[in-house]
């Protein structure tokens, strides 16, 4: 039993929490000792302060005052020993108290540190899962060609054009993992923007394949003027559209919308596209979600990343962005902007 504590208590002392809990009780312990030593040393100074005015104190004694110095000076001995003994008491309750808290205050110092560093760690192995994807295509169709003995002309065109597909999701997976990185950290330029402006530049990005698929774009919007970073709204509304147009079927029709509610200005898109089931909603703002992988996956190109660089950004400018759908009729997607806070 009692090896088992001491086995614990060493791989305890081992972790990152361990040696921050050894470092916070060699503070609280460093603490008490050097108050203790000073307390210490001034009450004792004052136990041996000199009785004054000697001679006051002979004249109420009547001359010989040895015996009165002596029980004086074995009284100050006691009080010293009392408080020794004192004070060796509270060092001790403070060395308990101080395991206890210094345990406490790194568990609840590190809890934060190392959720973040579990979450990048859980964000590096699924980047690399996504990027492992087209990297393993590549190597493979590259290996399968490499050990023919012959290759036409028109094979090797074709295996050209797959190497560029599966290049060209590589870099788009890279710029999204790069954005995604980046997009908590850039620094914020406030300045008025015209919505319609910023909208017609988001659109410019989706129009190509807005017209691929029949879609209608239609913008519902007023002439509204707000202090906000244009470069980042004109990326969130570009990954809406995107997606807008992505999850719509052929001949969909999309509508963005901006309205000012009290001490604030919504800006919505909506589709009428395959929609979201209600259990995806909570989850598609997440990093890497994609609602129904085996739909998603086989139609639609992505690797989960828009909303949650979407949601980042919006989050770094206090903005509220959210989503409603009905499944197989179409979605909304809204951004809340305050106005006078952003
Ligand atoms: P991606 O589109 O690359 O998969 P996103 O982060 O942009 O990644 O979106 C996450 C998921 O949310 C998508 O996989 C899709 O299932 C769902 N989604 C996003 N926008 C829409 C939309 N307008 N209509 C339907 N589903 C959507």
Redesign the pocket.
């Known amino acids: 039993m009692s090896n088992n504590i001491i086995i614990r208590t060493k791989d305890f002392l081992k972790t990152r929490t361990g040696h921050l809990a050894l470092t916070y009780f060699a503070i609280i312990m460093a603490m008490t000792i050097v108050f203790s030593v000073v307390i210490f040393a001034i009450a004792s100074n004052q136990f041996d302060r000199p009785l004054q005015p000697r001679t006051t104190f002979r004249s109420v004694l009547g001359g010989d005052d040895t015996y009165v110095r002596d029980l004086l000076d074995q009284r100050a001995d006691e009080a010293r020993m009392g408080l020794l003994v004192g004070l060796l008491i509270l060092n001790t309750g403070m060395a308990l108290f101080g395991v206890w808290f210094s345990v406490y205050l790194a568990r609840r110092t590190m809890e934060p540190i190392e959720q973040a560093m579990e979450e990048q760690g859980r964000f590096v192995s699924d980047a690399s899962h996504e990027l492992r994807t087209p990297l393993t295509a590549l190597q493979a169709m590259n290996e399968v060609a490499l050990r023919r003995k012959k290759i036409t002309d028109a094979e090797a065109r074709e295996l050209a054009q797959a190497n560029v597909t599966e290049a060209t999701k590589l870099h788009a997976l890279t710029t ?1 993992l790069l954005g995604l990185v980046t997009s908590d950290r850039a620094p914020v330029t406030l300045k008025p923007v015209d919505i319609q402006a910023a909208v017609a530049d988001a659109m410019s990005y989706v129009v190509g394949a807005a017209q691929a698929k029949h879609i209608e774009v239609e913008d519902k919007l007023p002439a509204i003027r707000i202090t906000t970073d244009s470069e980042k709204l004109v990326h969130v509304v570009r ?2 559209l ?3 147009v ?3 079927n052929k001949n969909g029709k999309v509508v963005i919308a901006a309205k000012e509610l009290p001490h604030m200005v919504r800006l919505s ?1 909506t ?1 009428n ?4 089931q209600a259990a ?1 909603i909570p989850h ?2 997440s990093r890497f ?4 992988a085996s739909r ?1 996956k086989e139609q ?11 949601k980042t950004i919006s989050d770094r400018m206090g903005w509220k962005i959210s ?1 409603t ?1 009905k499944f197989g009729s ?2 909304t ?1 809204s951004i809340d902007m305050p106005v006078g806070r952003n």
Request: no cysteine.
């Open positions: 999204s990954i809406l995107d997606n807008a992505k999850y719509s898109v589709d596209g395959v929609g979201i995806d598609i703002f979600y994609r609602a129904d998603s639609h190109e992505g690797y989960g990343l828009g909303l949650a660089i979407a989503a759908s179409g979605s997607f």
